[in-house]
Nanobody, 117 residues
């Protein structure tokens, strides 16, 4: 089992920045890809960004150039630096981890990000 705990959400004005963190514990040696997803009210959960164990990254088009995902394998933590935030970035942000074997997907409890003036 893998446990994921997110932190760093909050309320920020448009154009502001936030940094989310997700700490993994448990069978961390089995984790390959990690990532961030988000779910706005009334919408489906969507991909924000992913990062492999080797730090190859992938971003959804709406966040390219504004968000940066990074990973510290020694601390079993993945980060999401969010800059130039927009009201449409408002959502609950979820951390995700993919276990290699046996194949499994884990989710954090979510952290709220609100962008409003």
């Amino acid at each position: 089992q893998v446990q994921l705990v997110e932190s760093g959400g909050g309320l920020v004005q448009p154009g502001g920045s936030l940094r989310l963190a997700c700490a993994a514990s448990g069978r961390v040696f089995s984790i390959n890809d990690m990532g961030w997803y988000r779910q706005a009210p009334g919408k489906q959960r969507e991909l924000v960004a992913t990062i492999t164990r080797g730090s190859t990254t992938n971003y959804a088009d709406p966040v390219k150039g504004r968000f940066t995902i990074s990973r510290d394998n020694a601390k079993n933590t993945v980060y999401l630096q969010m800059n130039s935030l927009k009201p449409e970035d408002t959502a609950v942000y979820y951390c995700n981890a993919q276990q290699s074997w046996p194949p499994a997907t884990y989710w954090g409890q979510g952290t709220q990000v609100a962008v409003s003036s």
